[in-house]
């Protein structure tokens, strides 16, 4: 059974920084695509980042340029570096692992609080 595990949420002036940590634990971390996801309150949760077995990346337009999405096999954890943050990036973040060849290995952390504010 896989589980993930989010830390690294707060509350930060715009413009600031936070690292979110996604810690998971299961079968080899490796194998899995890795992914930050995002829902603001009355919207649907969306894609912020993505990152495969083999380290490709993929952003949401809103935060390329601000957001870096990293993994450490060896710890098995990814991350999400977040920098230049706005009010808009308020939001619970959660952490995704999904197996990129059986669809039904699909697996969502609780979440962490992200709040943008002065």
């Known amino acids: 059974q896989v589980q993930l595990v989010e830390s690294g949420g707060g509350l930060v002036q715009p413009g600031g920084s936070l690292r979110l940590s996604c810690a998971y634990s299961?079968?080899?971390?490796?194998?899995?695509?890795m992914g930050w996801y995002r829902q603001a309150p009355g919207k649907q949760r969306e894609l912020v980042a993505l990152i495969t077995t083999g380290g490709g990346t993929n952003y949401a337009d809103s935060v390329k340029g601000r957001f870096t999405i990293s993994r450490d096999n060896a710890k098995n954890t990814v991350y999400l570096q977040m920098n230049s943050l706005k009010p808009e990036d308020t939001a619970v973040y959660y952490c995704r692992a999904k197996h990129p060849m059986a669809t039904n290995l699909d697996y969502w952390g609780q979440g962490t609080q992200v709040t943008v504010s002065s």
């Open positions: 299961g079968s080899i971390f490796s194998i899995w695509n």
